[in-house]
């Protein structure tokens, strides 16, 4: 987590070098289109059928919840089995959820009932997906120094996509509503299933024969829990993903009662926060070196949390789009430099269980932030509720920052043993 300079923009795309990536890039540039469009028809049904913040946040319960109690059993599949195979399998089915969201709303027989049955679902498969996912791209990388790259430009992708899918789906909704953009997004699947098909792999490396099931997680939490670097990253993540990204669960709540608009509305406000992540994203993908990610991490936790402070006090559309540019800036940048540091520093028999817990921390704690925000948007109100949650990350990136000389000196080892230091004083050049 030492200090280093950020890369020319030149690099910006060099992991698409490599064809598996290249054919995963493209598949995952369509399909993620569709995904964002899903999740914002699915707030705005949900919403329209309830008129509760409240349904807003237990609907999001279902669809996370299924992270935080199968993740780690998931982590040490991932370990064991085909990643590639595993992509595969989640795929098809959260095509299939997809179809069925679709089916049920243009049919007009859709209800809460259905939403949540089929968000439980979704966050089955999204339980396995993840850790795949995040471990296979060390697969279709060849060359390790260009995992950096690859992380970040994955992160491109999925904000590109939340700069269009939300703003697309706004559009949709309006003119022929919710079920039309469940179709679409079903139907996206169809290339990133026909990119993971057309992937030439190599013969995986030998693997040690797997031990019991609780013993290789109470070694991969042991690990997690026992290095502070890990450790300290993945409680930051947590922090933000509790308090402050169950924002957009609310997203609909601030779009018609505070901004007194629809569903257009709601796709701008959506789109303003992915125009930030994506330039956070690109950013990363401009740097060509892990160093320094750790200071870029607290400061991108307290954009995200100073940001979402400001926006709670906006009662206007142009300026809450405005503040929405670095609340989505500050997080995506939190992410994704929090991924890249955890794969850069986990040993590879190790890392699909590391992963499934940064599943656990993002993805794991967000049902229980998105309870939460419904039950303090009951009590307190919409506003309110996000001023809690951006002073809770601001807090949290400041802890960080005094720890991150103690943070730096424990990962100094392992980047020389990677060769990504050399074996100097540890504090030398940090920043």
Same mark, same amino acid.
């Given at each position: 987590?030492?200090? !280093?300079? &950020?890369?020319?923009?030149?690099?910006?795309? #060099?992991?698409?070098?490599?064809?598996?990536?290249?054919?995963?890039? !493209?598949?995952?540039?369509?399909?993620?289109?569709?995904?964002?469009?899903?999740?914002?028809?699915? !707030?705005?049904?949900?919403?329209?059928?309830?008129?509760?913040?409240?349904?807003?946040?237990?609907?999001?319960?279902?669809?996370?919840?299924?992270?935080?109690?199968?993740?780690?059993?998931?982590?040490?599949?991932?370990?064991?089995?085909?990643?590639?195979?595993?992509?595969?399998?989640?795929?098809?089915?959260?095509?299939?959820?997809?179809?069925?969201?679709?089916?049920?709303?243009?049919?007009?027989?859709?209800?809460?009932?259905?939403?949540?049955?089929?968000?439980?679902?979704?966050?089955?498969?999204?339980?396995?997906?993840? &850790?795949?996912?995040?471990?296979?791209?060390?697969?279709?990388?060849?060359?390790?120094?260009?995992?950096?790259?690859?992380?970040?430009?994955?992160?491109?992708? @999925?904000?590109?996509? #939340?700069?269009?899918?939300? %703003?697309?789906?706004?559009? @949709?909704?309006?003119?022929?509503?919710?079920?039309?953009? *469940?179709?679409?997004?079903?139907?996206?699947?169809?290339?990133?299933?026909?990119?993971?098909?057309?992937?030439?792999?190599?013969?995986?490396? &030998?693997?040690?024969?797997?031990?019991?099931?609780?013993?290789?997680? #109470?070694?991969?939490?042991?690990?997690?829990?026992? *290095?502070?670097?890990?450790?300290?990253?993945?409680? +930051?993540?947590?922090?933000?993903?509790?308090?402050?990204?169950?924002?957009? @669960?609310?997203?609909?709540?601030?779009?018609?009662?505070?901004?007194? /608009? /629809?569903?257009?509305?709601?796709?701008?406000?959506?789109?303003?926060?992915?125009?930030?992540?994506?330039?956070?994203?690109?950013?990363?993908? $401009?740097?060509?070196?892990?160093?320094? +990610?750790?200071?870029?991490?607290?400061?991108?936790? *307290?954009?995200?949390?100073?940001?979402?402070?400001?926006?709670?006090?906006?009662?206007?559309?142009?300026?809450?789009? +405005?503040?929405?540019? &670095?609340?989505?800036? /500050?997080?995506?940048?939190?992410?994704? $430099?929090?991924?890249?540091?955890?794969?850069?520093?986990?040993?590879?028999?190790?890392?699909?269980?590391?992963?499934?817990?940064?599943?656990?921390?993002?993805?794991?704690?967000?049902?229980?932030?998105?309870?939460?925000?419904?039950?303090?948007?009951?009590?307190?109100?919409?506003?309110?509720?996000?001023?809690?949650?951006?002073?809770?990350?601001?807090?949290?990136?400041?802890?960080?920052?005094?720890?991150?000389?103690?943070?730096?000196?424990?990962?100094?080892?392992?980047?020389?043993?990677? /060769?990504?230091?050399?074996?100097?004083?540890?504090?030398? %050049?940090?920043?």
């Amino acid at each position: 987590m030492s200090a !280093g300079a &950020p890369g020319g923009w030149r690099s910006l795309g #060099r992991a698409l070098r490599h064809r598996n990536y290249r054919l995963f890039f !493209g598949g995952q540039a369509v399909s993620l289109v569709g995904t964002w469009m899903t999740r914002v028809a699915t !707030g705005w049904l949900v919403y329209s059928l309830s008129d509760s913040a409240w349904m807003l946040g237990v609907v999001g319960f279902a669809g996370q919840i299924p992270t935080f109690v199968l993740a780690p059993f998931a982590g040490v599949m991932v370990d064991r089995w085909d990643r590639h195979r595993v992509l595969v399998v989640t795929q098809v089915l959260a095509m299939l959820q997809s179809a069925l969201l679709a089916a049920f709303t243009l049919s007009e027989t859709i209800g809460i009932a259905h939403i949540l049955v089929l968000s439980l679902f979704q966050g089955v498969v999204n339980a396995l997906d993840m &850790p795949a996912r995040q471990t296979f791209v060390v697969e279709m990388i060849e060359e390790r120094e260009d995992l950096p790259n690859a992380i970040a430009l994955n992160s491109t992708i @999925v904000n590109a996509a #939340r700069l269009v899918g939300p %703003g697309v789906a706004g559009l @949709v909704i309006a003119a022929f509503g919710a079920g039309f953009c *469940f179709l679409a997004d079903a139907l996206s699947y169809l290339p990133v299933i026909a990119s993971l098909v057309a992937m030439r792999l190599g013969e995986r490396p &030998p693997r040690r024969e797997p031990g019991p099931m609780w013993s290789e997680l #109470r070694s991969g939490f042991r690990y997690a829990a026992g *290095f502070a670097p890990v450790r300290a990253l993945l409680l +930051l993540l947590a922090l933000a993903s509790l308090m402050g990204m169950p924002y957009s @669960v609310l997203m609909p709540a601030i779009a018609e009662e505070t901004l007194h /608009g /629809g569903a257009h509305t709601l796709g701008f406000l959506m789109s303003a926060a992915g125009l930030g992540a994506l330039g956070g994203a690109v950013y990363l993908a $401009a740097r060509t070196s892990v160093l320094g +990610l750790g200071r870029v991490t607290a400061i991108s936790t *307290f954009v995200f949390g100073a940001g979402l402070v400001a926006f709670s006090r906006s009662a206007s559309l142009g300026l809450s789009l +405005l503040l929405l540019v &670095p609340v989505g800036a /500050g997080m995506m940048v939190q992410l994704a $430099a929090t991924n890249t540091l955890l794969q850069t520093l986990v040993d590879e028999d190790l890392r699909g269980r590391v992963m499934s817990f940064y599943a656990m921390a993002l993805f794991g704690t967000i049902p229980f932030g998105s309870l939460l925000a419904g039950a303090l948007a009951h009590r307190l109100g919409t506003p309110d509720t996000l001023l809690v949650g951006g002073l809770a990350c601001i807090v949290g990136a400041l802890l960080f920052l005094r720890r991150l000389p103690e943070l730096r000196r424990a990962v100094h080892p392992v980047y020389v043993s990677r /060769g990504i230091l050399p074996a100097v004083d540890p504090d030398v %050049g940090a920043g």
